[in-house]
């Protein structure tokens, strides 16, 4: 437990749908990031958020669209997505300061569009 | 951000020493070296994390030389459980940008 919770953990959605995942940390953490990591590649920085504003988008297509209402929750809303988007999307926090490269990552959701 | 590159995959025996060696040639003066290791269908655990010479902690212990163009995180006594990838980052969380991981070392412990 890293203190790190995303849900759903599994998720199913046709293309024509519209779903969130959920990420939420109570750790002080004022940085969260979104990740995709698609079956045996690395992890892939997709969103940046610090204290609430996005300082990051890595050019990720706007059917991903993030909101960070405030710094311990997360979401990414999905709408019409792709097979080719089936992928485990994992949500990290950090405190950042000089001194320190420690993110918590989440279990992740194994998501699958058909 | 510093490019790091580490091998592929490697090969172990129950009870063994592992060293996974990382190049970063260009890390920059403000960078740390971190580790993490990731099980399949997990997040990104972290393991140890070092600025130069030797850190050491009840996972694992990393060796930075003197020039910090490169790093070795040394596991003792492997046992099947530490099969995993290992990713070695470099770079500071300034909360701007995100550190980026590599293609890690897949690390494969046999009985």
Redesign the interface.
Do not use: C, K, V
């Given at each position: 437990e890293t203190g790190v919770t995303q849900t759903p953990r599994h998720l199913v959605m046709g293309m024509t749908n519209k779903k969130s995942l959920k990420c939420e940390q109570h750790l002080g953490h004022n940085a969260m990031y979104w990740y995709k990591q698609s079956a045996k590649k690395p992890l892939e920085l997709m969103f940046v958020y610090n204290f609430k504003e996005q300082t990051e988008n890595n050019s990720v297509p706007s059917r991903f669209s993030p909101e960070c209402p405030n710094s311990s929750h997360l979401f990414l809303h999905l709408h019409t997505l792709q097979p080719e988007d089936s992928a485990l999307y994992l949500c990290a926090s950090s405190l950042p300061g000089e001194g320190t490269t420690e993110a918590f990552f989440g279990q992740g959701t194994r998501l699958t569009v058909v | 951000l510093a490019k790091t590159t580490q091998p592929v995959s490697m090969d172990s025996y129950e009870g063994q020493e592992v060293n996974i060696t990382c190049s970063h040639n260009n890390i920059a003066t403000?960078d740390?070296i971190?580790w993490y290791q990731q099980f399949p269908?997990?997040?990104?655990?972290?393991i140890i994390?070092g600025?130069k010479t030797k850190v050491t902690n009840e996972v694992a212990s990393l060796f930075i030389p003197a020039d910090r163009k490169s790093s070795t995180l040394s596991l003792p006594r492997v046992s099947l459980s530490d099969t995993a990838v290992y990713y070695c980052?470099v770079?500071?969380?300034?909360?701007?940008?995100?550190?980026?991981?590599?293609?890690?070392t897949r690390l494969q412990v046999q009985p």
């Open positions: - | 403000n740390y971190t269908s997990q997040g990104p655990r972290f994390q600025y980052l770079g500071l969380d300034t909360g701007r940008r995100a550190l980026t991981f590599g293609s890690g």
